[in-house]
């Protein structure tokens, strides 16, 4: 290895550096880590980008995360060596993120009141467990494999878990997922059934199994892909890499997520800080994060509804007692997360202050919808022949509130991620069974 990446702490004040083969996800001060890379790659490698559309035979062109491994090269090899990528590199036959582009889907467009051409709604859903995690855990796992990891471990409100078992399984590895009891799709849960995974059931939700199961993988010697593993964001990096490509890299005037742990928020961030810095891009879109209503703690901290102040970044420095003080008030008050969004239902974003800091970079703004928005955004996108999930119904119904609050005007070019396809069958057999929905198509007797 010739040492050109290396773990750093997010802290400005800290800066702690670690080799590329430790497994730790924080500093020994408590702060998360990121991929750091020393080189500053060559604007040329788009071309190659492009030509590898073409895979020619090779698994890792065909890959939307390997297509870019030049950009996320933290094993350092020869990246143009098939052999050397076939030893080190994870990936599912090519298949995750292959089909991951953005789309214009008319009318998705025009509900949200925007012109056609400048809105592009990116499915996620194409991937092989059916959602984002998959660019992540194709990057995870491969740190996994390189520091010789037997054994993974995640909390999961579904999909993490479904992308997790799939990959684990692929590589022969053990797989403990921890899941809230009772709070999981069904269809989400099967998957990771399917692909051998080990269950275990939490009291609680999702934050309680995430506790859970980063103190097991301390004490029992497993490997978190969570996106608190700083591996897991350099593959969700490719997601933000896909949609600029596409658009010749020519950055979008907004990219939008739906936000959940804030990985996505972390990954988008890191992706643009990097391209900038490189010079790969000469505008930085700006990113809106929408959160469901149900689970607002970003949305609440980062506009000021608690404690009259707003949670930022603040160059590295911010108010980390406002964060405790806000979960302290969701306990003390039995405040639990609620929506049927439970991609999203999460009230202790593990990346929040990464999530800050993409916010800030971007000039970034936090919404937030109800679990109706998601639901109507989520049925529009499937009338354009679209499958999507309620979490990412979270992006299209996001913009359209931010368009009403004259945010992000009828022309800006717009990129939505569509985070996963829908699992949870229920959602949808309910949404359309009730003739009050805005998009319903009840059944004729």
């Keep these: 290895m010739n040492n050109n990446a290396y773990l750093k702490c997010i802290d400005p004040d800290c800066g702690l550096e670690y080799p590329i083969k430790s497994r730790n996800i924080e500093c020994e001060r408590g702060h998360l880590l990121d991929v750091k890379y020393k080189k500053t790659p060559s604007p040329d490698l788009k071309e190659l980008f492009y030509n590898r559309r073409n895979p020619q035979g090779n698994i890792f062109n065909e890959s939307g995360v390997w297509r870019f491994r030049e950009l996320l090269n933290f094993c350092e090899i020869d990246t143009d060596n098939k052999d050397e990528c076939s030893k080190y590199l994870v990936s599912l036959d090519g298949a995750e993120g292959r089909q991951s582009k953005p789309y214009h889907m008319s009318k998705v467009a025009d509900f949200l009141g925007m012109n056609q051409n400048c809105l592009w709604l990116q499915p996620e859903g194409y991937n092989p467990s059916g959602s984002f995690k998959d660019n992540g855990m194709s990057t995870a796992v491969t740190h996994a494999k390189l520091i010789g990891a037997k054994r993974i471990i995640c909390a999961s409100t579904g999909n993490t878990s479904a992308a997790a078992a799939m990959f684990a399984a692929n590589e022969n590895m053990d797989c403990d997922v921890y899941i809230p009891a009772g709070q999981i799709a069904p269809g989400k849960l099967s998957q990771a059934y399917q692909f051998g995974a080990q269950i275990v059931q939490v009291k609680g939700n999702f934050d309680d199994a995430l506790a859970k199961s980063l103190d097991d993988a301390k004490n029992q010697d497993g490997y978190t892909v969570n996106s608190v593993n700083p591996f897991r964001i350099e593959g969700q990096k490719t997601i933000p890499y896909r949609a600029i490509e596409y658009l010749n890299w020519n950055s979008p005037d ?192």
Excluded at 369 to 394: K, P, Q, R, T, W
Aim: charged share 25%; proline share 5%.
């Design 254 to 445: 907004w990219i939008v997520y739906p936000g959940g742990a804030m990985g996505n928020l972390s990954s988008c961030g890191k992706a643009l800080m990097e391209l900038y810095e490189w010079g790969w891009i000469k505008k930085i879109p700006r990113i809106a994060v929408i959160v469901s209503e149900g689970a607002s703690t970003l949305y609440d901290l980062y506009n000021g509804k608690f404690g009259g102040k707003k949670l930022r970044w603040n160059k590295g420095k911010p108010d980390t007692e406002l964060i405790e003080n806000y979960y302290k008030y969701l306990d003390q008050n039995g405040i639990r997360p609620q929506t049927k969004a439970t991609a999203i239902q999460i009230g202790r974003p593990a990346n929040i202050l990464k999530g800050l800091r993409a916010l800030e970079f971007t000039d970034g703004i936090v919404a937030k919808v109800s679990d109706a928005e998601m639901l109507d955004a989520m049925s529009i996108v499937g009338l354009n022949g679209f499958d999507c999930e309620m979490a990412s119904g979270a992006s299209p119904a996001g913009i359209r509130k931010l368009i009403g609050e004259e945010i992000i005007k009828k022309d800006d070019v717009v990129v939505g991620i569509l985070t996963g396809r829908q699992k949870d069958a229920s959602l949808a057999v309910d949404y359309h069974n009730d003739p009050a929905n805005l998009f319903a198509i009840p059944p004729r007797g």
